[in-house]
């Protein structure tokens, strides 16, 4: 536990899986863009770095959780970025979700500096993060990802240990799409059921008692009976991933024709403000989409 | 008990349901289009009707479940059809999933003269209809589906009543929807990371191991990962359920680009000759609309 | 010209053709089921009969043209019907829209009554209907088709021979397949360029210039720059011919992505109250779908 | 006529569009990756630049006709790239395909250096650009564009004034977007018609003759026809495109269903091998998402 950490990006995910490596007893230094949050891991004991090359060079292992390849580039290459602090024999943790092709770049970027570079986004929204039972998906060197486990444990309850560079992402993006189209599915099929005139705790009952019943559904049923979705998982995230996902299969050869039909929808959630809603807010554009008075 | 129950229509679920009506120790009557599944039945003790119209004047409750509402129409009207046997104050059950349009219509038809009509779909396939574990979904006069209630708890576990004539049928499209989209939805997240250079294990146990994590997507895992799809659930009546449902939303007003982009898959499966294996078998198309090598 | 001939189906188009059919000298008697209409025709010449039986009786030759499948058949199998009044020699022109499945059972269904049966939907609106300029899509026994170009020729500028029984309606699919998805397509293209910021008479000034260039767009330039979409084709019809495609499609073997995509833009028209506009006004559809506020 | 115009890019739309500069008078230098098609430039009149720098050195204005964004990147920010050589009062003219941000983002990094830049992809390929007969599609200072157009109208009859910068990306965007819909629906219709037994001639001839009719169609007769596809507009340009169009309407809110549903059809053509043909032989993706055998 002599390691000392990095970690940049103290979103809602950030701020509580940063906390979770603190409790633990990791020595800790923190940097987020708006000074606010950083305060507050402070409180909790951690370190705040004024820069993202002064939290490199203060830590061994560096953990990123921001909100896209646009960020971590910023982070790693803008001034006073992480670059400038990485020296040889340190190790970059990137949990940040990013399209497998960005994840292999980051690797190939940084590995002739004697970085070691583990691309580990998480499955798990925000509960789960300040719970520490996220699910670790991870790749990179088989060993590294060994030698990080204690430190990842402190965030999550399971480690998937994924394949080379890019796999962690690659099994994000495959677990991400169908996590789109379940609940895009999910809010179509209740859609439908209504405007045949069924009671949607009924189908939600009769959906949750047979072989496709699951936590996530769980989850969704009181926003689907309620009409209030307040965020889990934000809309703008599953589209912002929706698109990722596209492009890697573009890159993959792999055809994704309902990760097309849930992009358009999640997409169309946006443009009708509800960014920042649960991802499962989707159900108010079936409901847009469909007719105003039901015809039976 | 001394109700006298008819069965028409013994393919894989009907005679596996008929199997426990009889079991259970109703007097029951079979009528088959081919005789040789009737006379199995008749070793279990039922006797065989020559002619639906036998069958519906020997009965008090007349109970179908044939392939859709073509045979369905065919049975009731044609010669020597159950329409010249249904006498005032019997009973129709069809369990045979038609459109909730279809079930209205019956419903319709049949009143007038004094049968009562229950539509009840099941959910679940050949081994629940074996285990007499079905779910029920049932539409129709309230008073007269409680009062089939023991008959019904033979073939099934759990009666979900779901409203007036046609519920039952609409609750069947609602579940059928969300069925096709989940397990089309697996396939594509599997196979794109299969692209990516997945491992197909490791990721049916990461999505197993989330929120996403049911019995369906257990059912298919073996299926999966050996490429071996024997039919539980024919590709085949996924891919007319889904006719079926397309035609419901429209008269419903209701939009369902899920079960669109559902339906084209399942449809082009049929074209490459997977009608009778499972519907897991989607899986194959997916294969065949991606790049013959990974470009990763 | 002693051939006598019957038209039942007076509506938009129905009633211009007639009109054109008497005008060129034939005797002509009308149906339509009601009265008024049929009053026009008596003004310029034609009898008018008192049911589709009465129409067949004193005709050679019957012409339909009805909204769909459903009216084809309560015309001649209702009571006083066609049937009634079809006798041997006599022939059938079936103009009415219909699926080919359809038109090649009502040709098995006559043809055994010694009645020739010709499908010949036609490809065209109001003003080539009210101008005798339509273009034909003939199925049916070659010798007939030939036998009926003068008086088909009275409706339209040019038949176009497509094969036997159904091969008309299935040109008719195919044709209006390219329609629909060409109108979808202009409305998404000029929504796309106007989100973006460009001048709508612009952007149509630029497709028209070029290879795409036709009179369809021709036509739908003034209700694109002006959104008013007063009909020339009703967006109703064309979301029925899109239904009747996709259940060609299913029957042929044909794989219809951007049938699918196109049915489900007019349908949700029909939701939002445009049923009876031009079906150019899908490019509604098309903004409520997207960001009120562009992003750039 | 003593503008010095720097030409970079000489695929088969630059080297084409380069002849017709150099042939009406204009003093050229070009640079191309690699040397031979140079070469014949060379032999035509053209001086040869070794390096980008080089050619924007010498020139007022630098013309580009790269494969996308990120070919024009290398070109302008590389080693001995163009941003070096490229002084105050000087003009770029991009006549690549690019979204229009990427457009936009080029204008503001150049302007500020002085140089005046212009956005002209062009509407058209091989053999128009050979003919100098293509369309101009311009975006930038409204003045600027005037200034350039002796010099546009050496590769091109028509120039299409969009807009400020980018709005010439976004018209390309727009028409493209059409045109590959367009395309793709046209081979969707034939191949319904064929799968419904109808003669592909005879369907072209009805579609060529009727509102549909256009420039586009008649140039992929013979292809349909004959099932032979050699390249006019490559069908990977085509696929490129609609990638470009699919990112651009994320970014202006606008909803693509038809977009989508070309790029899969796109895409996958290319896993089939497709890339270097016309694009239109999407036609065979709907041959292979068909049954192998009609069902009628």
Known sequence: ?????????????????????????????????????AKRLEEKGAAVAGTPKDAAKAADVVILMLTGPEAVGEVLEGPEGLSEGLEPGKTLINMSTVPPSYAKALSKRLEPLGVAVIDAPVSGSRKPAEE???????????????????????????????????????????????????????????????KCGLSTSTMLE????????????????????????????????????LKFIIQTADEAGAAVPGGHTAFQLYRQALGHG??????????KVFEMMSDPFPLV
């Open 274 to 283: 509800l960014a920042d809603m649960d991802f499962a807010a989707v159900k």
């Open 206 to 241: 009769t959906m949750l008692s047979g072989p496709m019943g699951c936590a996530l559904f769980e989850f969704k049923k009181p926003m689907l009976i309620s009409g209030a979705y307040s965020a889990q998982f934000p809309l703008k995230h599953m589209e912002k991933d």
């Open 132 to 194: 520490g039972t996220l699910v670790i998906l991870a790749g990179g060197p088989e060993d590294k990802v060994k030698e990080m486990e204690p430190l990842l444990l402190t965030m999550g309850k399971k480690i998937i240990y994924c394949g080379q560079a890019g796999q962690g992402a690659s099994m994000k993006m495959a677990t991400n799409l169908l996590l789109g189209i379940m609940a895009a599915g999910l809010c179509e099929a209740v859609n439908l059921g209504q």
């Open 1 to 37: 536990m002599t390691m000392k950490v990095a970690f940049v990006g103290l979103g809602i995910m950030g701020e509580a899986m940063a906390k979770n490596v603190v409790k633990k007893g990791y020595s800790l230094s923190v940097y987020n863009r708006s000074g606010e949050k």
